[in-house]
C-alpha cells in the first residue's frame, strides 16, 4: 500500500541548532515532493518544492534534498528559531504540482530558546 | 503572492442541518480546487478535486452525497456538509490552482456539530 511516513511525530531541539526532517515513501513515483509548514488552526503555507530530477533545494535557511532511490526526503532548517516551531508537512504530487497533494503525518517542531 | 480565502473561519451547528463553506482565489483564475478534511493531530485527508463547471471527483470513501462541492466559476468552489453529525467535526481546508501549477491553501474553516 502506498504510505507517507515523517520520521517522527515531534522534534524537540536547541535554538541555533540544524533541524532535520525526514519523510519516506513507499509505493508512490512522485513528479514533485513538497513542504509545508503548519501553524495550529490555520492551513498548511508552501515552502519549498523539488523536482524528482532534482537532488537539493535551497531557500534562505532552508534546505530540501529528494533521493528517488531511498524515497525519502530531508527538510533542514539551519540556525533554528523558537519562531520556526509549527509543524511541518511532507507531500507528494505524482503529476504536476497542481495535481493531487498527498501529504504526511507530519512532525511537530519546538525549537526551545 | 496568491491568496485563497475561506468563509466561514468557524461554524457550529446542530446536529442535522446542513453546513455551507466557501473557498475564494482572490487573485487569480482557479482551474482546479482541492478540498481536504483534517482530524485533531492528524495530517490532511484530499476528500475531492473540483474542476471549474464539472462534477467533482471525490477520494475513496467519501461520500459524495454528503459533501456536495460546487465550482461553479474560476474563483468559487463551495463544499456543503449535508446533515452534519457530530463525527463530522474538522478542519476543512481547501486549496486552490492556476494554470501555473502551484497550488495555494486557504486559512481553514473550523466545524463543530453539536
Known amino acids: 500500500s502506498q504510505k507517507i511516513e515523517q520520521n517522527s511525530e515531534a522534534l524537540n531541539i536547541q535554538e541555533g541548532k540544524t533541524a532535520t526532517l525526514t519523510c519516506n515513501y513507499t509505493n508512490y513515483s512522485p513528479a514533485y515532493l513538497q513542504w509545508y509548514r503548519q501553524d495550529p488552526g490555520r492551513g498548511p503555507v508552501f515552502l519549498l518544492l523539488i523536482r524528482e530530477n532534482e537532488k537539493e533545494k535551497r531557500k534562505e535557511r532552508l534546505k530540501v534534498t529528494f533521493d528517488t532511490t531511498l524515497k525519502q526526503s530531508l527538510f533542514h532548517i539551519t540556525a533554528s528559531q523558537p519562531a520556526d516551531s509549527a509543524t511541518y508537512l511532507c507531500?507528494?504530487?505524482?503529476?504536476?504540482?497542481?495535481?493531487?497533494?498527498?501529504f504526511g503525518s507530519g512532525t511537530r517542531l519546538s525549537i526551545r530558546p | 503572492g496568491a491568496v485563497v480565502s475561506q468563509h466561514p473561519s468557524r461554524v457550529i451547528c446542530k446536529s442535522g442541518t446542513s453546513v455551507k463553506i466557501e473557498c475564494r482565489s482572490l487573485d487569480f483564475q482557479a482551474t482546479t480546487m482541492f478540498w481536504y478534511r483534517q482530524f485533531p493531530k492528524q495530517s490532511l485527508m484530499l476528500m475531492a478535486t473540483s474542476n471549474e463547471g464539472s462534477k467533482a471527483t471525490y477520494e475513496q470513501g467519501v461520500e459524495k452525497d454528503k459533501f456536495l462541492i460546487n465550482h461553479a466559476s474560476l474563483t468559487l468552489s463551495t463544499l456543503t456538509v449535508t446533515s452534519a453529525h457530530p463525527e463530522d467535526s474538522s478542519f476543512y481546508i481547501c486549496?486552490?490552482?492556476?494554470?501555473?501549477?502551484?497550488?495555494?491553501f486557504g486559512p481553514g474553516t473550523r466545524l463543530t456539530v453539536l
Open positions: 507531500a507528494l504530487s505524482e503529476y504536476s504540482s497542481a495535481s493531487k497533494i498527498i
Open positions: 486549496s486552490a490552482s492556476s494554470s501555473d501549477n502551484e497550488q495555494f
